[in-house]
């Protein structure tokens, strides 16, 4: 009797969290047999995953910050490598987290295992030498955006545009009343959603810088009511901590996660750069874009980048569509005026609604599901 289809994956944030899990119950579909082993947050064990390390342990972000926890980190990847080669899945999927889980794909495909690499790392933008790396490390590239497939044909790595998960979840036409009533926020009322980040650094740097943005912005815009989702119980601390500090004057509602409610809820979007853009995007909601590292991370990865943008919105249009204020230019002054634009501005708002309704529908396919046929086809497994 053959065992059952092993498949070992390894997230290291809250959005490889969303994206595996999808991914997995999708697997689960074909073959309810399934074994999940490896790294991953609450919805991964939620699809059955048996997680070997808290994925909080591999959660930062940052040339200078990583430096500080290599040893820990190549601790974490050496572990896991070994455990891996042991159970002997017949597929590895990587999610995101490029810098830890390439070098884990190459040890593993080296020693036998299959490699998937689910999200394209940011090739296309900065140290395009990676691509051979890539190539050298993967079975299959998984991308989320059209374009990340055409640099990997042109570059003979074989590869599936399998587009987003949060397109085809995310509704074309968000109910704002249903969310104001589910999160317990009046129905009149101007509403600011803060997202400062879900590892502890981005909320350590943006949390107070988005607070004070929302503070003068409230001097022009009159009563705003500022929703904060918290990714994690970690980051509820620290945003209560930054909220005592800085919110003096607003109307802070706070929650245990609910990004998606807090977004929908919301006029406008303050947020720091990452896969939150993207859903602000889906569900229509004008945006400002912030970020902020370390001065040497910032300088070394703008020496190396090759796009002007960060924000996906903008990637995907090629434009200064959505406002980004990054590093020294990410002031509360200039956050506050971009936000009373995106929040008064009727015509600016109008155009936004009708190009993100046009990119909802080119990056809804059925992204879970197309995943999981090119995953299985790698392991060479056909659906039951």
Same mark, same amino acid.
């Given at each position: 009797?053959?065992?059952?289809?092993?498949?070992?994956?390894?997230?290291?944030?809250?959005?490889?969290?969303?994206?595996?899990?999808?991914l997995m119950?999708?697997?689960?579909?074909?073959?309810?047999?399934?074994?999940?082993?490896g790294?991953?947050g609450?919805?991964?064990?939620?699809?059955?995953?048996?997680?070997?390390? /808290?994925?909080?342990? =591999?959660?930062?972000?940052?040339?200078? $910050?990583?430096?500080?926890?290599?040893?820990?980190?190549?601790r974490?990847?050496? !572990?896991y490598?070994?455990?891996?080669?042991?159970?002997?899945?017949?597929?590895?999927?990587?999610?995101? !987290?490029?810098?830890?889980?390439?070098?884990?794909?190459?040890?593993?495909?080296?020693?036998?295992?299959?490699?998937?690499?689910?999200?394209s790392?940011?090739?296309w933008?900065?140290?395009?030498?990676?691509?051979?790396?890539?190539?050298?490390s993967?079975?299959?590239?998984?991308?989320?955006?059209?374009?990340?497939?055409?640099?990997?044909?042109?570059?003979?790595?074989?590869?599936?545009?399998v587009?987003?998960?949060?397109?085809?979840?995310?509704?074309? $036409?968000p109910?704002? /009343?249903?969310?104001?009533?589910?999160?317990?926020?009046?129905e009149?009322?101007?509403? =600011?959603?803060?997202?400062?980040? /879900?590892?502890?650094?981005?909320?350590g740097?943006l949390?107070?810088?988005?607070?004070?943005?929302?503070?003068?912005?409230?001097?022009?815009?009159?009563?705003?009511?500022?929703?904060?989702?918290?990714?994690?119980?970690?980051?509820?601390?620290?945003?209560?901590?930054?909220?005592?500090?800085?919110?003096?004057?607003?109307?802070?509602?706070?929650?245990?996660?609910?990004?998606?409610?807090?977004?929908?809820?919301?006029?406008?979007? =303050?947020?720091?750069?990452?896969?939150? !853009? =993207?859903?602000?995007?889906?569900?229509?909601?004008?945006?400002?874009?912030?970020?902020?590292?370390?001065?040497?991370?910032?300088?070394?990865?703008?020496?190396?980048?090759?796009?002007?943008?960060?924000?996906?919105?903008?990637?995907?249009? &090629?434009?200064?569509?959505?406002p980004?204020?990054?590093?020294?230019?990410a002031?509360?002054?200039?956050?506050?005026?971009?936000l009373?634009?995106?929040?008064?501005?009727?015509?600016?708002?109008d155009?936004?609604? &009708?190009?993100?309704?046009?990119?909802?529908?080119?990056?809804?396919?059925?992204a879970d599901?197309?995943?999981?046929?090119?995953?299985?086809?790698?392991?060479?497994?056909?659906?039951?």
């Amino acid at each position: 009797m053959s065992r059952p289809l092993r498949v070992a994956v390894l997230a290291g944030e809250a959005s490889g969290d969303i994206l595996g899990a999808g991914l997995m119950r999708a697997l689960r579909a074909r073959h309810p047999d399934i074994e999940f082993g490896g790294i991953g947050g609450e919805r991964m064990i939620a699809q059955g995953l048996d997680s070997r390390v /808290s994925m909080e342990r =591999l959660s930062v972000m940052g040339l200078t $910050e990583v430096v500080g926890r290599l040893r820990e980190l190549f601790r974490i990847r050496a !572990a896991y490598r070994e455990w891996c080669i042991h159970w002997q899945p017949d597929v590895f999927i990587g999610i995101d !987290a490029p810098d830890f889980n390439l070098g884990l794909e190459r040890q593993l495909r080296d020693a036998g295992i299959k490699a998937v690499h689910y999200v394209s790392p940011s090739v296309w933008a900065w140290r395009q030498g990676r691509i051979k790396k890539i190539r050298r490390s993967v079975d299959h590239m998984l991308t989320l955006l059209p374009f990340e497939a055409d640099f990997y044909r042109e570059h003979q790595v074989p590869v599936t545009f399998v587009g987003h998960t949060l397109a085809d979840q995310l509704p074309m $036409e968000p109910d704002r /009343s249903a969310a104001r009533q589910r999160l317990g926020v009046t129905e009149q009322g101007l509403c =600011l959603a803060v997202l400062p980040g /879900s590892r502890g650094s981005e909320v350590g740097r943006l949390a107070p810088l988005f607070l004070q943005a929302a503070t003068l912005a409230q001097k022009s815009l009159g009563p705003l009511t500022v929703l904060i989702p918290a990714a994690n119980e970690f980051r509820r601390e620290q945003i209560e901590a930054a909220v005592r500090q800085h919110g003096n004057g607003l109307h802070i509602q706070l929650y245990a996660g609910q990004s998606t409610d807090v977004m929908i809820a919301s006029d406008g979007v =303050l947020l720091a750069s990452g896969t939150a !853009a =993207l859903e602000a995007m889906l569900l229509k909601r004008p945006m400002v874009v912030s970020y902020r590292l370390t001065a040497l991370t910032f300088r070394i990865m703008r020496a190396m980048a090759t796009t002007r943008w960060v924000s996906l919105p903008n990637i995907l249009t &090629q434009s200064d569509w959505v406002p980004e204020r990054l590093q020294d230019d990410a002031t509360p002054e200039r956050l506050a005026t971009d936000l009373v634009k995106i929040l008064t501005d009727a015509d600016y708002r109008d155009q936004f609604e &009708q190009r993100s309704s046009f990119l909802h529908r080119q990056l809804a396919r059925g992204a879970d599901e197309q995943a999981a046929e090119a995953v299985l086809a790698v392991a060479g497994f056909s659906p039951e």
